[in-house]
């Protein structure tokens, strides 16, 4: 195990569904960040936080939304997603942003019907 | 613009060979590099990484060959074993104004055969 769980491990969800994708770190490391994983192509930062503020946000859709209420927890709110966002989306962990060696949790596989 | 990519999108062995597993990154300001192993149903797990002032680092059954003139990576595992399996990762971090910022390669799936 890395120290970073990540809820629920699966999930299927409708286009007009709203849902909510969970991760904890328990490493006390300060920057968290979101990943997503298509088949065959590399992974995808999607947004990145560095002691809950948003550090960065990869041109991601809005239908994705995150949420980072301390440095332990990390959210990626669901709505009205569309097939094409069915992926495994990837939570990792930091000690801080500029430290590089980033500790990823098992992922949550979504599919979007 | 950033790229990590690799040669070889698959790699079969038989259990006790080495393995060498390349990769190739464009962007020379990269500074730090580290690899992964992915196996199935897991998220990426941390096995070395190394900075662009050293061009080799060991770790236990694993050694990284950085060379930064033609801009190459490698992982290299000795007597490979069938748990080695799996899909292994590049990432390339180009610090300053990219700081935290990982950029992945494809990927590479390693077989190994007992």
């Known amino acids: 195990e890395t120290g970073v769980t990540q809820t629920p491990r699966h999930l299927v969800m409708g286009m007009t569904n709203k849902k909510s994708l969970k991760c904890e770190q328990h490493?006390?490391?300060?920057?968290m960040y979101w990943y997503k994983q298509s088949a065959k192509k590399p992974l995808e930062l999607m947004f990145v936080?560095?002691?809950?503020?948003?550090?960065e946000n990869n041109s991601v859709p809005s239908r994705f939304s995150p949420e980072c209420p301390n440095s332990s927890h990390l959210f990626l709110h669901l709505h009205t997603l569309q097939p094409e966002d069915s992926a495994l989306y990837l939570c990792?962990?930091?000690?801080?942003?500029?430290?590089?060696?980033?500790?990823f949790g098992p992922g949550t596989r979504l599919l979007v019907l | 613009g950033e790229s990590v990519g690799l040669h070889l999108p698959t790699l079969s062995v038989q259990e006790g060979d080495n393995s060498i597993i390349n990769c190739a990154y464009s962007?020379?300001?990269?500074?730090?590099f580290i690899w992964y192993k992915q196996e199935s149903g897991k998220g990426p797990q941390f096995i070395i990484d190394?900075?662009?002032?050293?061009d080799k680092r060991q770790g236990q059954r694993v050694t990284v060959l950085l060379n930064k003139t033609v801009k190459h990576l490698s992982l290299q595992i000795a007597a490979t074993q069938p748990g080695d399996s799996a899909v292994y990762f590049c990432?390339?971090?180009?610090?300053?104004?990219?700081?935290?910022?990982?950029?992945f390669g494809q990927g590479t799936i390693l077989t190994v055969h007992p």
């Open positions: 990792a962990s930091s000690h801080g942003q500029a430290q590089e060696t980033q500790y």
């Open positions: 190394i900075r662009s002032n050293m």
């Open positions: 490493l006390g490391h300060n920057a």
């Open positions: 936080y560095n002691f809950k503020e948003q550090t």
């Open positions: 990432a390339e971090n180009a610090g300053g104004t990219s700081y935290g910022k990982l950029t």
């Open positions: 962007n020379s300001a990269s500074d730090y």
